[in-house]
């Protein structure tokens, strides 16, 4: 029987090349991931593998941990305890008029060597006496009121001393979500609690005075613990700069702050400073428009005697607006003889007089127009 030559097929010898190109492949890698041995890992080298990924969490929450340790060791000493006394006339049925005196507790950051300091507006607002307490020191300082803010709720307050520390201020502009944080204060009287969180988020709206509908926005949220007496204390960065003064919470809700960041408070402390005050007419409003319009002819089956201006819908009282007479209600639709079209052409008003300035407004009540002077 005649013997045929042994032939192997193309496809079987394509199968073959693959098959030994996988193997060296997986010999390489072999080698290359746990050396000349060509072993996978015993399971004391996982262990140790594990033990150094735990070595390296432990790392990080130690740096952190000196971190924050750091920024209460350098910003520490500036926060300050404020405590008020408020007197009240009240009424008795039995002996007439009497006055009480109402205590409060609150907290503030000192800003420069000068002894400014910064805290809330709703600290110190009514107070007779305000009395400031440094850290580790008995003997208070008394404070004086240099000037407050309620549209932003914040206020300067100074005291006379001598090399009085003083907290770097930061740039609120550069704060990101999920940024770690520190609050310093004095919650419900417990000196110098230290909290950490994180910015929850940035630019929220903050409703101050629901009576007035005063609203800050802006405002840096975060779930570092804040309570009352935290009011005008330090938000901090990790490089122990103040970024924020903390000035509320939401009742019945856990992980909710707020603090005002402090590129506004840093402005708000230098015109209260040099001025004793801050420049605004003093109303809340907005802009008249053609939404403005309808609603109002709508409402009131009239038609608007203009056409572009501002509506006022609050005078906050002790304010320039109120001196001059304007109400709720008005329209106002020219400044210093120029008309305006809106709210915001209105502060710009405000602005180029400046302090000491006056300002002619011409508004409507109702039909009739007006004329009257608002000195700044």
């Known amino acids: 029987m005649s013997e045929r030559p042994f032939r192997i097929s193309r496809e079987l010898l394509i199968v073959l090349i693959v098959c030994a190109a996988v193997g060296l492949f997986g010999s390489w890698w072999v080698d290359h991931r746990w050396g000349a041995r060509s072993l996978p890992p015993g399971s004391e080298e996982i262990k140790a593998e594990e033990q150094s990924d735990g070595g390296n969490e432990t790392d990080v929450l130690r740096s952190l941990e000196n971190a924050a340790v750091k920024v209460v060791e350098k910003v520490g000493p500036a926060v300050v305890r404020i405590e008020t006394v408020e007197k009240a006339v009240v009424n008795d049925f039995f002996v007439g008029q009497i006055i009480q005196e109402r205590e409060g507790i609150g907290s503030g950051v000192i800003i420069d060597e000068d002894g400014h300091i910064i805290t809330n507006n709703h600290v110190i607002s009514d107070a007779s006496e305000i009395m400031v307490y440094l850290p580790n020191r008995t003997d208070p300082y008394r404070g004086r009121v ?28 550069e704060l990101r979500v999920g940024q770690i944080v520190i609050a310093i204060g004095n919650p ?15 630019g929220r709206g903050l409703l101050l005075d629901p009576k007035y509908n005063l609203q800050i926005e802006g405002v840096i949220q975060t779930d570092a613990s804040i309570n009352p007496g935290n009011s005008g204390g330090p938000l901090l960065n990790l490089n122990g700069e103040v970024v924020g003064i903390n000035t509320a919470i939401i009742q019945n809700a856990q992980g909710i702050g707020f603090a005002i960041p402090i590129n506004t408070a840093r402005a708000i402390a230098e015109e209260l400073i040099a001025h004793g005050k801050i420049l605004r007419l003093g109303i809340l409003g907005g802009t008249i428009d053609e939404v403005f319009a309808a609603r109002y002819e709508r409402n009131t089956g009239k038609s608007l005697p203009v056409k572009s201006g501002v509506f006022v819908v609050e005078v906050v009282p002790n304010e320039p607006a109120a001196a001059a007479g304007l109400q709720p209600g008005d329209l106002i639709f020219a400044v210093g003889g120029d008309r305006i079209r809106s709210m915001e052409e209105l502060t710009a ?5 400046g302090h000491g300035g006056e300002l002619a407004i011409d508004f409507y009540r109702g039909e009739e127009r007006f004329v009257t002077t608002a000195r700044l």
Not at 188 to 202: H, K, P, Q, R
Not at 349 to 353: G, H, I, L, N, W
């Open 146 to 173: 240099v000037g407050t803010d309620p549209f932003t709720d914040l206020a300067v307050v100074r005291i006379s001393g001598r090399d009085l520390p003083a907290a770097p201020l930061g740039n609120s502009d």
């Open 188 to 202: 419900y009287g417990f000196e110098s609690s230290v909290t950490l969180g994180l910015v929850s988020a940035l």
């Open 349 to 353: 008003k405000v602005r180029e007089a």
